[in-house]
């Protein structure tokens, strides 16, 4: 399932537990894909607690909690970290991570705390939802196979890659365009993969993150920036974003694009991704400014001068996801639907 449809899912098991209608939810998928993100995202939405357990760090006592004397019985302490109405509040979300790498002994002390919501005395509040995470066999983490009382006791969803998604999630969080320009471009690398090779450095929606930060260090120094952006997805995904962005010194004026000028747009391919990535960031940051109609119309102007229409209907789609229903309000919409109408309706 693609990640914009699993936050909708979080989203929901989050909200049912004040109905009681809350399931256990259990997120596969490969390193790197956004699983814990994901579940942060939603917590932070809410401005809600997140508890987060690495069960792979874990002993069977670090969730039963440790038995100690009182009189004639021997009764648990209840470990600090699982979720208190008095510590942490009466809404949150309790996420397992790492529940496939932890050991057996570790996921069947699990299994009462997530079916039943309790160990021992201590019961989950109610409005606390129970989320966990995983890599699968076949990812060559650290793994062992789910027993089928612990699966029995999730709903399961397995997380897919989402080109999409990954490039509205990119805006919001400021990637820098020429990245988001890259990986439009070169759509097979945002998340590349092979268990076979083992690899250290590989392509994935979080380690494409990580060479966000190193272009803002490494920018203006030449030397190092190839082996900084290889260091965080690779050899080959590096060497071809490095070339990717030295080749954009031949792009258009981007401000005289924004106001408006007659600019047309370049013939390479792979420098009509930059355009297009860049406008729609240009866009983004002409929101809520004085000149935000005038900016979002030319930007929309311009999307009927590539030479492929489905160029200007990537670039808009993005506009729309990043801004919202206020791109229809622009002249310029109505205008550049009509130049595409028949592609819409294919």
């Given at each position: 399932?693609?990640?914009?449809?699993?936050?909708?899912?979080?989203?929901?098991?989050?909200?049912?537990?004040?109905?009681?209608?809350?399931?256990?939810?259990?997120?596969?998928?490969?390193?790197?894909?956004?699983?814990?993100?994901?579940?942060?995202?939603?917590?932070?939405?809410?401005?809600?607690?997140?508890?987060?357990?690495?069960?792979?760090?874990?002993?069977?006592?670090?969730?039963?909690?440790?038995?100690?004397?009182?009189?004639?019985?021997?009764?648990?302490?209840?470990?600090?970290?699982?979720?208190?109405?008095?510590?942490?509040?009466?809404?949150?979300?309790?996420?397992?991570?790492?529940?496939?790498?932890?050991?057996?002994?570790?996921?069947?002390?699990?299994?009462?705390?997530?079916?039943?919501?309790?160990?021992?005395?201590?019961?989950?509040?109610?409005?606390?939802?129970?989320?966990?995470?995983?890599?699968?066999?076949g990812d060559r983490g650290v793994t062992y196979a789910m027993p089928a009382p612990l699966a029995n006791r999730f709903?399961?969803?397995?997380?897919?890659?989402?080109?999409?998604?990954?490039?509205?999630?990119?805006?919001?969080?400021?990637?820098?365009?020429?990245?988001?320009?890259?990986?439009?471009?070169?759509?097979?690398?945002?998340?590349?993969?092979?268990?076979?090779?083992?690899?250290?450095?590989?392509?994935?929606?979080?380690?494409?993150?990580?060479?966000?930060?190193?272009?803002?260090?490494?920018?203006?120094?030449?030397?190092?920036?190839?082996?900084?952006?290889?260091?965080?997805?690779?050899?080959?995904?590096?060497?071809?974003?490095?070339?990717?962005?030295?080749?954009?010194?031949?792009?258009?004026?981007?401000?005289?694009?924004?106001?408006?000028?007659?600019?047309?747009?370049?013939?390479?391919?792979?420098?009509?991704?930059?355009?297009?990535?860049?406008?729609?960031?240009?866009?983004?940051?002409?929101?809520?400014?004085?000149?935000?109609?005038?900016?979002?119309?030319?930007?929309?102007?311009?999307?009927?001068?590539?030479?492929?229409?489905?160029?200007?209907?990537?670039?808009?789609?993005?506009?729309?996801?990043?801004?919202?229903?206020?791109?229809?309000?622009?002249?310029?919409?109505?205008?550049?639907?009509?130049?595409?109408?028949?592609?819409?309706?294919?």
């Open positions: 399932m693609r990640p914009a449809h699993l936050l909708t899912v979080i989203e929901k098991e989050y909200s049912s537990t004040r109905e009681g209608h809350h399931t256990p939810v259990m997120l596969w998928g490969p390193p790197g894909v956004g699983k814990s993100q994901m579940v942060a995202q939603v917590a932070d939405r809410h401005n809600a607690p997140l508890i987060d357990i690495r069960l792979s760090q874990m002993e069977p006592s670090d969730l039963r909690g440790i038995p100690f004397r009182s009189g004639d019985e021997v009764v648990w302490a209840v470990p600090a970290m699982l979720p208190s109405v008095k510590r942490h509040g009466e809404e949150g979300i309790l996420f397992l991570d790492e529940i496939t790498s932890a050991p057996p002994s570790v996921s069947a002390a699990a299994y009462q705390l997530i079916l039943d919501r309790r160990l021992g005395e201590y019961e989950v509040p109610e409005g606390w939802a129970i989320i966990a995470a995983g890599n699968r066999q709903s399961h969803y397995e997380v897919e890659v989402n080109m999409d998604d990954w490039v509205a999630w990119a805006y919001a969080n400021n990637i820098d365009e020429r990245i988001i320009a890259f990986l439009r471009f070169r759509q097979d690398l945002l998340f590349d993969f092979d268990p076979s090779h083992n690899p250290i450095a590989f392509p994935s929606p979080r380690s494409w993150e990580f060479a966000h930060r190193g272009l803002q260090k490494f920018d203006e120094n030449h030397d190092l920036l190839t082996g900084a952006l290889q260091a965080c997805v690779g050899n080959a995904a590096g060497i071809e974003l490095r070339a990717f962005i030295d080749s954009l010194d031949q792009m258009p004026d981007l401000d005289a694009i924004v106001n408006g000028e007659d600019i047309p747009a370049p013939k390479e391919i792979d420098l009509q991704y930059a355009v297009a990535s860049a406008l729609v960031g240009r866009a983004i940051r002409a929101k809520d400014t004085d000149d935000a109609a005038k900016a979002h119309g030319n930007i929309l102007a311009y999307a009927s001068k590539f030479p492929q229409r489905e160029m200007g209907v990537m670039m808009v789609s993005d506009m729309h996801r990043a801004i919202g229903e206020d791109i229809f309000a622009v002249p310029e919409f109505a205008n550049w639907a009509d130049k595409i109408a028949d592609i819409m309706l294919y």
